[in-house]
């Protein structure tokens, strides 16, 4: 427990995040599970610091004011809920992050991305899986166990439950997240 413990308190927010302290448990969470499976999965210390960069920038900007957000991605798929990946991309972009894979990561982390590297793909399963959201009966943990020896295995089967809770919400499906979906659900892909 004491490891990760160190490798959350290890997570640095950029210094222009806007975030509760609320949100700010989550963003650990998320960078906590990412490193759990660079470790599992022996991935270098770099590619493990793109996956834990990516972790906190994905929600930096997710308590910042609707009009900065606005101003950052002005597009955002038309969508306000949808707005604060693309702004935080528009800002690491702006302050010198240079990882077009950590860039994609955030900017796409809801809806998903077909060109995503690893960056991209550990953060979208780890923003559905982190810890506090479990409740009992629910088999995430099973699933957080899973990604080191299935890691495209877990990613079908979370996108497909986070596409069912777009469509049982009513929303559209957007072109990336269909083309990400298409893309996971190839046989032998
Ligand atoms: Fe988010
Ligand atoms: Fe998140």
């Known amino acids: 427990m004491a490891e990760r413990s160190e490798q959350i308190s ?5 210094s222009w995040a806007q975030v509760t302290q609320k949100r700010l448990g989550h963003i650990q969470r998320v ?23 990516a972790a906190s ?3 930096a900007l997710k308590d910042a004011s609707p009009e900065l957000l ?8 038309g969508a306000d809920s949808l707005r604060h990946g693309p702004a935080a991309a528009a800002m690491a972009a702006r ?5 077009q894979g950590v860039l994609d990561a955030v900017r796409y982390h809801s809806v998903g991305c077909a060109r995503w590297d690893d960056a991209g793909r550990m953060l979208y399963l780890a923003d559905f899986l982190e810890g ?13 166990q899973r990604v080191p020896s299935d890691p495209r295995g877990v990613l079908r089967e979370v996108a497909r439950r986070r596409l069912l809770l777009t469509i049982r919400a009513g929303h559209p499906l957007l072109a990336e997240t269909t083309a990400f979906w298409n893309d996971l659900a190839c046989p032998g892909g």
């Open 31 to 53: 960078a906590a599970l990412v490193t759990q499976w660079a470790v599992a999965l022996h991935v270098s210390p770099e590619e493990r610091e793109r996956w834990v960069r």
């Open 10 to 14: 290890a997570v640095e927010l950029p």
């Open 70 to 77: 606005r101003e950052l991605a002005p597009d955002s798929w």
């Open 95 to 99: 302050e010198g992050e240079r990882d």
């Open 132 to 144: 506090r959201r479990r409740k009992a009966g629910d088999d995430r943990e099973a699933l957080v």
């Open 57 to 59: 920038l994905h929600d």
